[in-house]
């Protein structure tokens, strides 16, 4: 079965440097989504994504975060310069549609750990 | 936006005890409501969703219920066992344009052998 995958596992930065959390959604999926979970709490929606441009964002996606779809399987979160309150498991998603009953696929999760 | 609150936090159950979680939601437009599995250290994965023009629904020993009028939907799962030891969350979308879900804070199950 196909599935989401995400890299690195585990990210380790330093506060004010920049991250770039890639994953590759399934193939045949046309919606990209990002997420966050900080430990112990629920998952947050950052971020869809669809037809090359953002279709919706959260109040935490702000102008430190960007997506991109850089080729034709990546889809990529970059932190523009990071701050201890990022540090989080941060999961990808994609779905093959959209709407009622589209279910979202997650990948594994990126763990970033900002010091 | 949508509020979802989800009870209880923690449920501890001996093995083949039925467990239930409550969930409800704030923005009666929501119509689809998925529930996720996430076992320590791994994704969330979608165990059932029920869409607001149902009910219940059943998956063998998991079933949700949905009172839309209450604004409240509940997982059931029947003869635990422990490997259904996770979390679990809740969540609470509008269809139409991306469906974003709004999740639950999640109840950590634990099923005691």
């Known amino acids: 079965e196909p599935e989401v995958t995400q890299t690195p596992s585990h990210q380790v930065t330093q506060m004010g440097q920049e991250v770039i959390l890639r994953c590759v959604p399934i193939?045949?999926?046309?919606?990209f989504y990002w997420y966050r979970q900080i430990l112990g709490q629920k998952v947050e929606f950052l971020v869809s994504?669809?037809?090359?441009?953002?279709?919706?964002k959260s109040e935490i996606f702000d102008d430190q975060f960007s997506v991109e779809r850089p080729d034709g399987s990546n889809f990529t979160l970059k932190i523009r310069s990071t701050k201890l309150e990022d540090s989080a498991m941060y999961f990808c998603?994609?779905?093959?549609?959209?709407?009622?009953?589209?279910?979202?696929?997650f990948g594994p999760g990126t763990r970033l750990t900002v010091t | 936006g949508e509020n979802v609150e989800q009870h209880p936090s923690t449920l501890s159950v001996q093995e083949g005890d039925s467990a239930v979680i409550k969930c409800t939601y704030s923005?009666?437009?929501?119509?689809?409501f998925p529930w996720y599995k996430q076992e320590l250290g791994k994704r969330p994965q979608l165990i059932i969703d029920?869409?607001?023009?149902?009910g219940e629904k059943k998956d063998q020993r998991i079933a949700v219920t949905l009172n839309k009028t209450a604004k409240h939907f509940s997982l059931h799962i029947t003869e635990t066992q422990p490997e259904d030891s996770a979390v679990y969350f809740c969540?609470?979308?509008?269809?139409?344009?991306?469906?974003?879900?709004?999740f639950g804070r999640g109840t950590s199950l634990i099923v005691h052998p």
């Open positions: 193939s045949n999926h046309l919606y």
């Open positions: 029920i869409r607001s023009n149902v």
């Open positions: 923005d009666s437009a929501s119509n689809y």
């Open positions: 969540a609470a979308s509008i269809s139409g344009g991306s469906y974003i879900p709004t």
């Open positions: 998603a994609s779905s093959e549609a959209v709407g009622q009953g589209s279910e979202q696929y």
């Open positions: 994504f669809y037809n090359n441009e953002i279709s919706e």
